[in-house]
């Protein structure tokens, strides 16, 4: 059974550019989670998705972030005109949602120069 | 909002000694509490976890304790080993489908 995956695993982007994130979930799951993590600090939620619908969006910038999970493909992690302090690593989480445990992928390394 | 401390940030054993990492958590809705190891550059991984109902859970050399009136709860390691070194989260949540809000770490180094 595959675990979660992301991809890229490493992105650098210029100020001002677009980065786009994604997250394909353990089989079997529905429910996906984004956190990020600043250097030498602990996770921050950000987003918790199910296919089609965003459900808790409470940790996420009001400006320039965004998500989906659409029917079909990953959950993608959309930040438009990035700035330096966007540089952490995302990682995405998935989980059944019945049981509450949560599965990290290997997380994406962004990087803005 | 949910808010998790987390104690101590840094922890050095040497080998074949116990650790305890203790959070404390503020909302009493509070239900799911897992515990993670992140090793550097590595994705963090759960290796245990406990839910409201329960007061401990052992798994070989790792235990969770949760004490529900004081809210907090701790991670025991045992004979402790150097793959033991990490990066230890705690977390918490509010129902079985919803966010974690993590502690913030503690860099656990097992010494030989």
């Known amino acids: 059974n595959a675990g979660v995956m992301q991809n890229p695993r490493h992105l650098v982007r210029r100020r001002g550019q677009e980065a786009r994130l994604r997250c394909s979930p353990m089989?079997?799951?529905?429910?996906v989670y984004w956190y990020r993590q600043l250097p030498e600090e602990g996770l921050k939620f950000m987003v918790y998705?199910?296919?089609?619908?965003?459900?808790?969006e409470s940790g996420m910038p009001k400006e320039r972030f965004s998500a989906e999970f659409p029917k079909e493909g990953p959950s993608i992690l959309r930040i438009q005109q990035v700035v330096r302090g966007d540089s952490a690593a995302y990682f995405c989480?998935?989980?059944?949602?019945?049981?509450?445990?949560?599965?990290f992928g290997p997380g994406t390394r962004l990087t803005v120069t | 909002g949910e808010n998790v401390e987390q104690h101590p940030s840094t922890l050095s054993v040497q080998e074949g000694d116990s650790a305890v990492i203790k959070c404390t958590y503020s909302d009493s809705a509070s239900n799911y509490f897992p515990w993670y190891k992140q090793e550097l550059g590595k994705r963090p991984q759960l290796i245990i976890d406990i839910r409201s109902n329960v007061g401990e859970k052992k798994d070989q050399r790792i235990a969770v304790t949760l004490n529900k009136t004081a809210k907090h709860f701790s991670l025991h390691i045992t004979e402790t080993q150097p793959e033991d070194s990490a990066v230890y989260f705690c977390a918490a949540s509010t129902g079985t489908a919803s966010k974690l809000t993590f502690g913030t770490g503690t860099r656990l180094q097992v010494t030989l």
């Open positions: 089989k079997g799951h529905s429910h």
């Open positions: 989480a998935s989980s059944p949602g019945g049981r509450g445990e949560q599965y």
């Open positions: 998705l199910q296919k089609e619908n965003i459900i808790d």
